[in-house]
């Protein structure tokens, strides 16, 4: 994961331009010079792998982001006011009787096949799950006693929205919103490789394969670096969604500093000063 | 004693069970039946039932939290379901309530200082001071001011009731509804919070409308007992001429019940046993007594005519055509139920 995103960063110092090509060196196997070998233009294909993944990250992290962002408020508003609850969540419904990858298709074909296009193409199609998950979780936090104890204290809405409900549906957040970031790669490698993503000349993922279809037979590392990549960003993704969770669950963040010990040393001092007080 | 802090007029509360939407019949469930209850300023007013009879929706109701379908609350005099939502935001201030979990009704993801301070933010307290009334708070209700950034999971039952109980009294309420604050805690543990709401209610002359079905507990901290059975109060007397002088045979049931210390006693002793289960649709029954179909003196009077709740004594309330008198059981019923209705 951490490599991944390194390399993102550090596209500078490829060793060949992703766009460069070397007509010359057509369809190269892997070699020293081109670790993943070359593609049908001569493209150094580890050059490309790299430069799209910045791609890659950066609509896959705005989708998400986004997403996650409207699914938060759209999941919180509608489960916790019951009277905007039904309006929203036929809407919702409405949006989600569509096959996300479609939906960002017909989105697509209609406003043209730019990345910010493509972005909010995306963020439509994944959007109405997230609200789903979150306002899922906002009702059930919503029985729980401590939310009406916030309200016999005299705690507005909105504070109780924000503060008491918010943090307790962290963790669907999460997992719901780094599900989303892997899904929009992959999803923009399908609208790529359907031809409908960016224009060829940027490197995607999704493109790359398109391309190496036709030479899957005669140079298969065009289609198997790609893949591979894709693969291992979606399923370290997802393990990290896991991490996160586990990292934002109160219960688990003591076990992780080690403080077993000293929580039980506590505990005796506490039932010691109630001892001290009450008899 | 004052006057009455609280009053609750023949209170209402029914849920409609609807079952599915083409069915127009609605069974109705009356979780709260036409109860009336007041309270005075200072004292300690136990309500006990078993589960299931609507203490918890008398609660709820009283808080603010539940709509009552017919039947009025009025606190110091002023209905509180009249009042427009800023009023109500101020007369939280005055009523607070300590709940029966003491994990769910702590935020699991707020440091338990802030959760002190909660009702302290919310009626605008000057920052500044909160920290330092919060400390103030924890070191009242016996916890120690340093644990101010730990969350409520490190801690025992008995210590975040202690926090609820800190959050309750926070904004120096007047009445602070307890809804089963020891029922869920150690035994041992009870008694050191209904210690501690005894303290508290000396120190800051607290009304507790203290609501459990564990009558040993009310016994201890109730100035007046409430016994409610199936939403409509059948019982409502003075602590000691309620446990000394109980008049309804369901009161006879509840204390009888109750496990005595010594084994000897324990086994000398003649337990009413509990007949029948406790009747699942009895809630919307409209005709005779509530509680007819597990009374041990049930007559067939009670099956047709509902008792009223009047005088047997002073200050001794019940609704029951034939009274227990003289701590028997049996009781000699009058030969006309009329009589004694009187």
Redesign the interface.
Known sequence: MIILVASVTSSVWLPHSPTLIEPDQRLQGLSLQHWFGTDNFGRDVFARTIAAAKVSFFIGASVALIATVMGTLVGLLSGYFKKIDFLVMRLIDGMMAFPALLLALALVAAIGGNITNIIIALTFAFFPQMARVIRSAVLKVKQIQFVEAAKTTGTGSGTILFFYILPNVVSPIIVQGTFTFAKAILAEAALSFLGLGISPTIPTWGNMLQEAQNYITIAPWLCIFPGLAIVTTVLSLNILGDGLRDAFDPHSRMKRSGAQRLSNKTKRETINSIGGRTV | MGKDLLQVKDLKVYFSKKSGFLKKKQDEIRAVDKVTLSLKAGETLGIVGESGCGKSTLARTI?G?EKPTSGTVLFEGQDIFSLNRKQM?QL??D???V???PF???????KVGDIIA??L???GYPNKGIRKKVSELMDLV???PE?YDR?P????G??CQ?I?IA?AI??KPKLIVCDEPVSALDVSIQA?II??LKDLQKEFHLTYLFISHDLSVVKNIANRVAVIYLGKVVEFAENESFFNQPFHPYTHMLLSAIPLPDPRAEKARNRIAIKNDFPVNAGSASRGCVFYSRCPIAQDYCREHVPEFVNITADHRAACFYPVKNNSVVGEAPSDPRTSVK
């Open positions: 808080m939290l935001h939280r201030r009523i607070q309530m709940f029966q979990d769910s009704s702590l935020n699991p993801r707020m909660a009702p933010k919310a009626y016996g916890i120690k644990y969350l999971h490190e801690f025992s008995g210590q202690r609820g959050r926070a904004l050191q210690n501690l």
